[in-house]
């Protein structure tokens, strides 16, 4: 099933940063959301979003590693 809106994967370990992008964006967007790298990795690849919000920092996780592996991997 296809969402009517555009797809937006939003990856943040902070909940406090989750809750404001949801409140803000949920009216206009299908929001997907992970909480790690792995996970984002897998909803990106299943889902295939428009857009994909990205946090920097994410715990133990480096936003930056994650943004190139989603690059290298979706070539």
Do not use: W
Not at 32 to 52: E, V
Not at 59 to 69: Q, V
């Amino acid at each position: 099933m296809q969402p009517n809106k555009p797809v937006v994967l939003v990856v943040d370990d902070d909940p406090v940063n989750l809750d404001i992008l949801v409140q803000t964006l949920e009216q206009d967007y299908f929001l997907i959301i992970a909480k790690n790298g792995k996970r984002a990795l897998d909803l990106a690849f299943s889902h295939h979003p428009d857009l994909i919000l990205l946090d920097i920092c994410l715990g133990d996780e480096d936003g930056i590693a994650l943004c190139r592996e989603l690059r290298r991997t979706s070539d």
